[in-house]
């Protein structure tokens, strides 16, 4: 089955603009999460979205604000883009059943903030 | 969250048994211990989870000790792409795969 898919890649923004990027999660998979992935900071966990609602949140500002679609797919968006956004930005599906949660991640979007 | 620590770096010759340990002295009794590995430039990849039998699959064994305050990763025959950044973390379930990832343990396996 396909993996979970991020777009874009790679993008270069300005500092001050705003930024989108999507997540398609594997087919069947409710819960999306993101998280932002930075050499000082590591792994750290932005939001999940669970049927279409946003269920948890981590300790970023208002500026990081995400959406889920009826189909779960998923986008995030970061307004008045900082230096330190800087990051690369990981999305993680799961079936959000059972006692267990086994999260798959995408191959991330590297954003570069200039 | 139970917080975890782990070695920040180690090594293994290829061919022979990986054995990544974790402390979460602190872990409550309802937390799994999960392990998830990153290789350069990678999302993260699941590997294993259990809460307090040992576990094992096609990738590792996950032995976790009777008091349930360390656990050790085992990659039983090391390749050279095992080398990554292995996880531990421990996590209630059903929580939107809100984990807390750590530093982690730089595995490199060499030749």
């Known amino acids: 089955k396909a993996g979970v898919t991020q777009t874009p890649r790679y993008l270069i923004k300005t500092r001050g603009q705003q930024v989108t990027l999507s997540c398609s999660p594997i087919?069947?998979?409710?819960?999306v999460s993101w998280y932002q992935q930075t050499p000082g900071q590591g792994l750290q966990f932005l939001f999940e979205y669970f049927s279409e609602t946003q269920r948890n949140k981590g300790n970023f500002p208002g500026r990081f604000s995400g959406r889920q679609f009826s189909n779960s797919r998923s986008e995030m968006n970061v307004s008045t883009l900082e230096l330190g956004d800087s990051a690369l930005y990981l999305c993680?599906?799961?079936?959000?059943?059972?006692?267990?949660?086994?999260?798959?991640f995408g191959q991330g979007t590297r954003l570069t903030v200039v | 969250d139970a917080k975890t620590t782990q070695p920040t770096s180690m090594d293994c010759a290829e061919g022979r048994a990986a054995n990544l340990p974790c402390n979460h002295s602190t872990i409550s009794g309802n937390e799994y211990v999960y392990w998830y590995r990153q290789i350069h430039s990678q999302g993260p990849q699941y590997i294993i989870h259990g809460l307090k039998n040992n576990e094992t699959n096609e990738m590792a064994s996950l032995i976790i000790t009777e008091d349930r305050k360390s656990s050790t990763l085992i990659l039983p025959h090391a390749t050279l792409r095992d080398t990554a950044v292995y996880y531990c973390?421990?996590?209630?379930?059903?929580?939107?795969?809100?984990?807390?990832f750590g530093t982690g343990t730089s595995l490199t396996v060499i030749p």
């Open positions: 087919s069947g998979h409710r819960s």
């Open positions: 973390i421990a996590e209630k379930p059903n929580t939107g795969n809100q984990f807390y």
């Open positions: 993680a599906s799961s079936l959000d059943a059972g006692l267990y949660t086994e999260a798959f």
